[in-house]
């Protein structure tokens, strides 16, 4: 289950585990699609491509991927929960840029602190929600800790992923990041308002290359600007 959406999606967790489907499964927002897409022109692994949004689909240019849109899993999720902003909600979560597997990232860990702590007392407390591998990391978790609460919403091949996401998103008032993630449109979607910290200085770097890549708002802030359609 690739980041524990298929259990959440209406048209693939009816698919037996015992029917092979070697597909890409969109994941999350794709800042830039093209680039996204091109990444895989050489990769026959999969065969097909299921997308949250028509942006994407007239996007995907491979010849050989035959190409469905399934729709946001985690809105769905939420949707079908009949999920929403609690009325007791309080304080910020903040959703910072991740490192994965493949990147690491870094950022000025001091000013961002800084940044969080200054913020008006109607944004207090503040909750640091960390991706799994940054979670992990005691040199990331440990710098956050020491001045707010650290949750993570866990592994994301695991079914319990989605739920976990929305258990803690949606216990806050307000959501703010130092970037443009998933975590910011999904925030939105949710009625919760999304702001970004002044301090949005980062790096992204391949592990394996040691080259720096581009990050989300550095790629599409324009067409954010545009109501971007995330969700179809």
């Not at 990444?39 to 240019?61: G, M, P, S, V």
């Not at 989605?162 to 979607?189: M, P, Q, W």
């Amino acid at each position: 289950m690739k980041y524990g959406l298929i259990s959440n999606s209406p048209i693939l967790r009816n698919f037996s585990k015992y029917f092979p489907i070697y597909t890409e499964i969109q994941h999350g927002w794709y800042p830039d699609p093209t680039m996204h897409f091109n990444h895989h022109l050489n990769n026959n692994n999969y065969r097909f491509a299921l997308l949250w949004n028509y942006e994407n689909y007239y996007h995907l240019k491979i010849p050989s991927w035959k190409r469905a849109i399934i729709g946001c899993p985690y809105v769905y999720y939420r949707r079908k929960n009949n999920l929403h902003h609690k009325n007791n909600a309080i304080g910020t979560v903040f959703y910072p840029q991740h490192g994965t597997i493949k990147h690491s990232i870094e950022i000025d860990f001091k000013l961002v602190v800084n940044e969080l702590k200054e913020l008006p007392k109607s944004f207090h407390p503040i909750t640091v929600s960390l991706y799994i591998d940054d979670y992990l990391d005691k040199s990331i978790n440990n710098l956050y800790a020491s001045e707010f609460s650290v949750v993570t919403a866990g592994n994301p091949f695991s079914p319990e992923f989605v739920k976990n996401f929305y258990k803690i998103l949606l216990r806050h008032k307000y959501a703010i990041g130092n970037d443009v993630t998933t975590a910011s449109f999904l925030a939105v979607e949710a009625g919760i308002p999304f702001s970004l910290l002044k301090n949005k200085n980062k790096k992204i770097i391949n592990k394996k290359t040691g080259k720096q890549i581009p990050y989300s708002s550095h790629i599409r802030n324009n067409k954010l600007c545009n109501n971007y359609k995330i969700f179809g």
